[in-house]
T-cell receptor, first 111, second 116 residues
């Protein structure tokens, strides 16, 4: 059974700092992996999709990597801004085609 | 990508009543899903809404409690029946787009339900 774990559960950093959010999954047969952002009380915004055959994806200040052999994905945020404050969720597609979500990392970027 | 809207955005309901949540997509999609996010928790898949047939429910969720309709490829409803305070959650619909190997899910803004 696929399980997704995110570390840390919460993170507070000063503005301008580079940071890394971690995601690990138990089943290396993961298909694709998505990173989402969720603002308090809101829906999810898709940030990056890493396909099974890819190792990383970049969008602006965000870079996500996927290492299926070690069961890990990371989301790198460069030059963090207060507007980046949100909960970040990673989710992996299992072989049954369903998204399995981690618990999320709550990020706070202080001005 | 896909643009998804949900109605209502939030509601406060009394115990024992039912609420129907609507989900509208701006394009035809095959796969549509309903999730629940309890306070402080991550997302849990309730069911896959199938067009033209009964929804496929995940373990722990039943049709009598969460009836789902999918009359066409752009619309679905989720009803939360006989509500109790434990049903207080954010309910989200999502759609899957893309080709084989590049499936990606997009989510609606969610419906925040409080049961008193």
């Amino acid at each position: 059974k696929q399980e997704v774990t995110q570390i840390p559960a919460a993170l507070s950093v000063p503005e301008g700092e580079n940071l890394v959010l971690n995601c690990s999954f138990t089943d290396s047969a993961i298909y694709n992996l998505q990173w989402f952002r969720q603002d308090p009380g809101k829906g999810l915004t898709s940030l990056l999709l890493i396909q099974s055959s890819q190792r990383e994806q970049t969008s602006g200040r965000l870079n996500a990597s996927l290492d299926k052999s070690s069961g890990r994905s990371t989301l790198y945020i460069a030059a963090s801004q207060p507007g980046d404050s949100a909960t970040y969720l990673c989710a992996g597609y299992n072989q049954g085609g369903k998204l399995i979500f981690g618990q999320g990392t709550e990020l706070s970027v202080k001005p | 990508s896909a643009v998804i809207s949900q109605k209502p955005s939030r509601d406060i309901c009394q115990r024992g009543t039912s609420l129907t949540i609507q989900c509208q997509v701006d394009s035809q999609v095959t796969m549509m899903f309903w999730y629940r996010q309890q306070p402080g928790q991550s997302l849990t898949l309730i069911a896959t809404a199938n067009q033209g047939s009964e929804a496929t429910y995940e373990s722990g969720f039943v049709i009598d409690k969460f009836p789902i309709s999918r009359p066409n490829l752009t619309f679905s409803t989720l009803t939360v029946s006989n509500m109790s305070p434990e049903d207080s959650s954010i309910y989200l619909c999502s759609v899957e787009v893309g080709d084989r190997g590049s499936y990606e899910q997009y989510f609606g803004p969610g419906t925040r339900l409080t049961v008193t």
